[in-house]
Structures are given as C-alpha cells and as structure tokens.
C-alpha cells in the first residue's frame, strides 16, 4: 500500500483460479485500507477488482485460468511494475513465464519485481528446482539474496496474528511431514503417499462429453471447506475424470445450494450422512441431495477401489490436485506405511467416495 500512495508501481496479483482471489488477498488488502483508516485515498471497483489509488496508480487482480484478460490487462497509468501471485505452488511453470511478460516495458528507473507467496509444500515442485537447487538452499536458512533473487523463509514463529492454541496444534504436530511444512517451513518430501494413479490435464475442452457424471460433497464451514468433485466416469476404461470442483470454507447451506446448483445443476449429490440436518437444508432449497450409505472399513476399501481406477484431474481443480498430491498413509516410528490414511487432505477425496459408492459395490467401504 505504500507503494501504491507514493506513486509510480501497480501491482498485478494473480492466483491459478481467479474465482479465489475474492476471499482471500483481494479482501485482506480491503481490511488493510480499512484499518490504516485510508478508505478516502482509494476507489474500490468490486466487480473488477480493482483497487486505484487517488495518484492514478492500481493494484488489479487476476485469475491465471483466464488467459483472454491475462493478456489484456493494463494499468490506467504507467505499466505493471509488481505482480504478487499467491499460493503459488498451484501454478504451472508456464504460468509463472506468462506472467513474466507483464513486466516488460516502462522506465529503466523502476525495477520490476515478481513475488511468490507459499508453503514448500513438496520438494520435487517446480518452484524449487527453478529457484532452490541450484543456489543449494538449506534447510536452516532463512535468507538469500543475489542480483536476481531474494528469498526470505519465515515460520509460525513470524506470524504475530496466531492464536496460543493454533500454536500448540504446530508445535504438537506428529506426522514428521505436516511438521517440516507446516510448523517448520522447510521443503517438504513425501515417501507414502497414497495415490500414484492420478494425472494432471486440461479437460475444458471436453466437458460436453461428460454425461456420466458423479457428484459427492463433504460439508464444513470454518475449519474444513466445504468440498465438491463434480466428475464422470467411464466404466469400460476405468477412468475418472475430475472436471470441476467446489472447496470453500464459510458457507451456510443456503449459500452452500446455490453454489452446488451452480456447478451441478439437477444432478444427485451423495453427500455426507452424518449431516442429516445440512442434508434436509439443503434440500429445501432445491438441491438433489441424498445421504452416502456406512459400512465397515469404509475408508480401506474406497481407496482400495479408487486405487484401482485412472484418475484424470483437470488442471483447474487446485484443490483436488493439492489432495492426491498430499494424502498419505501414516508412518511408524521406522518412517515405514501403515495401512491407515493420514486424516488431512482428504475433504474432495471423502466426497469422491461418497460419489462412487454404488460403483464401488453398494456402499461397504464407505466412511465409518
């Protein structure tokens, strides 16, 4: 902000799905104006986006799924001096070099600069190959500076806002990899993970073929999203095609139905039994909704039968990348797998369960 009040940079700020940048940074810089009581400095367009300070300059943000306006996007004055994209290891490599573009132009006089915001989430990412393996950055470290690139690590321990109790559950972390992340902010490596049978593509050119569709929601509201995969299957091949997905946290039913009639129109959602009250609102308010049947061992046998498939994730479906990335098997104290799922991670993969029950055998395996 102080950038933008004393005059020359705009800020572009981009996450991989633009349709998440509302609820997060757009409005944490809202709350930034607001407390630094500067309201009248600044012209808020809220259905844009678009942030412009009374000096002329901008701050503007932008969805990476969005090529069309990526390309076009332009400050009212001057150039784009300063793009910041958040949680950037959900981007691709080639995002992150169209972005690159934006900043070319301008006066020799302003340096230009590209921030990545993120947790080191795994070690084989882009990100650090690109930045990490080469300056050999160590685990210990907290700062690296050179003419081309500065990196600064901070933990929980920089984080003033954290509550005593959000730092115990840090602090008192026992998967070994949660901790090195989460708590340690170093980069993480995953031995044990659960699905290897999943890969990455754009199928937005193929959501009209996509008839056979499987939908399955898992409710949550502050602490966990709540999560949606909407899917088609193709039996004959064995292959599931996860094509769009809803994971957000806050949203009462009401909300909650018009966000899933949105996506999945009159298609039946299997969701969650063990909320029969969020069933029945959900319901009221139009949405076709039917409770997922229990059975014994539920969690097993539904990775055991989702193992068993091809799963195709479409490049826009974050959330659902982020999951199959990270869901693993617990550890003991030898770091060897035992057959019991780490219980984070697995919101859109409980409701992918949920959605495939009566493919998977009438319900037996799901969650108990």
């Not at 999945?264 to 909320?275: G, K």
């Not at 409980?350 to 055998?361: F, K, P, Q």
Request: proline share 2%; glycine share 6%.
């Amino acid at each position: 902000m102080f950038d933008l009040m004393k005059g020359g940079r705009n800020y572009l700020i981009a996450r991989q799905v633009g349709r998440t940048i509302r609820n997060s940074v757009y409005n944490e810089i809202l709350k930034v104006i607001s407390d630094w009581k500067v309201g009248n400095l600044f012209n808020v367009n809220k259905s844009d986006m678009v942030i412009t300070c009374s000096n002329g300059y901008q701050i503007l943000f932008v969805g990476l799924d969005d090529t069309d306006k990526l390309k076009s996007i332009t400050p009212s004055k001057g150039v784009i001096t300063d793009i910041l994209v958040e949680e950037a290891t959900e981007t691709e490599q080639s995002s992150i070099k169209q972005l690159d573009k934006r900043l070319r132009g301008g006066s020799e006089d302003v340096p230009k600069r590209m921030t990545l915001l993120f947790n080191p989430i795994l070690q084989n990412h882009w990100i650090y190959k690109e930045y990490f393996a080469g300056i050999q950055w160590a685990d210990s470290q907290k700062e690296y500076h050179s003419d081309q690139l500065s990196i600064l690590k901070t933990t929980y321990l920089d984080n003033r806002f954290l509550t005593k109790q959000d730092r115990e559950r840090l602090e008192n972390e026992k998967d070994i990899y949660y901790y090195n992340v989460y708590t340690l902010g170093n980069w993480g490596v995953l031995g044990n993970v659960i699905f290897k049978n999943y890969r990455i593509e754009d199928l937005s050119g193929m959501h009209d073929q996509f008839t056979n569709r499987r939908v399955g929601l898992d409710f949550g509201f502050s602490d966990d999203p709540a999560a949606m995969p909407v899917t088609h299957y193709d039996p004959k091949h064995k292959t599931i095609y996860i094509y769009d997905e809803l994971y957000e946290r806050g949203l009462t039913n009401d909300v909650l139905a018009t966000e899933v009639k949105a996506k999945v129109s009159h298609d039946i959602v299997t969701a969650d039994s063990s909320e029969p009250k969020s069933i029945q609102e959900l319901v009221n308010e139009g949405v076709s909704v039917k409770g997922a049947r229990k059975g014994k061992d539920s969690v097993l046998f539904g990775i055991q039968w989702l193992q068993q498939q091809t799963i195709i994730i479409d490049t826009n479906c974050i959330n659902t990348r982020n999951e199959f990335q990270q869901y693993k098997w617990k550890e003991d104290s030898d770091g060897n797998a035992i057959r019991q799922p780490v219980d984070k991670n697995n919101h859109i993969i409980d409701a992918l369960r949920y959605a495939y029950e009566d493919d998977a055998g009438g319900g037996l395996w799901l969650m108990s």
